[in-house]
């Protein structure tokens, strides 16, 4: 991986801000880990997908219906995946670590994915090098689709805004069956060399993709039979995968949003702070929607986690009028769409400009 470095000598705006948000959860006498909000919306989530799961495997409802519960399915495992698996992930779930790693567990592994390659792939990878090309694994869909200006661009990319969707309704798939494999024996994270597993990591994630395989695949063909299965199956993904990719996408792959390019085998310094370079690289949208924020986990928050990652998403909506109090104070741009609608076009419009041959 090329040594990346940025210039930190001007951390004036990250100072001032920590120091109020600091002061913010000290004054109110609040915790930055979850609270009784995130383990009801815990509660409700996990149950809701083992009963979700428990009615289609009964077998009891109509074909129609089965197929909206596993389109239903999916979105849950998707809202678990922003809500408790992100969460436990950056160890903002709870203030005991040893809940933070059985929540990542459960809420990652229980989905198929491995937990550990997550945690080094999004916690340090993503989050340190947001939208730097050659390095952020979140970029690096090439060539499949082209998400910046500096990678390579195909014919087939003339008309990526038209089978996006189809891509990002196979995100879940992709991830479990291909991604993490890719990881497990490259052992690397794109560029990046993978951290060492230990042998109960080797013993995790195969013993998850046991799992996954009998839970999701194995049971539910031997009890329902392989077509209802099927359909359910590519319908529970297609939801998961097509939630999954927006809630992320329409975070830093936008119109409003700026990319670093790093080629291969040389060192860069980005001129920039770490923080303003989150705050060039990453949108918020939908702030006011009360819906998105809870099912998303607060990722429509999208500056504030990427500035406060180990705060839980429970509190972006207070530290947020901070945050842009100060990016107003420091004349650093603060970028938000107001509604999902209008981020989701200017994703696609994105898109549509990076397929045009450059
Ligand atoms: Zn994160």
Redesign the pocket.
Known sequence: MSKLQFNNSNNAFFLSLKSEVDHYFNSQGKKRTGDSRLFTKAAILLSSAIILYAVLITNILPGWAAWALSGLLGFVLASIGFCVM?DAN?GSFSTSQKLNDLMGLISSNGLGANAYFWKQK??II??TYTNVDGIDDDIAKSPIIRQCPTQKWVPAHRVQHLYLPLVYSMTSMFWIFIMDFTKYFSRRIYRTAAWKMSLTEHLIFWLTKVYYVSVFIAIPIIVLGWKPWLIGYLTMNAVMGLTLSFVFQLAHVLENTEFEHVPLDTSKHIETAWAEHQLRTTSNFAMKNKFVSWFSGGLNYQIE??LF?RVSHVHYPAISEIVQRKCAEFHLPYNQYETATEALGSHFRFMRQLGAKP
């Open positions: 992100h950056h999004h916690n993503h989050h986690h990427h990652p």
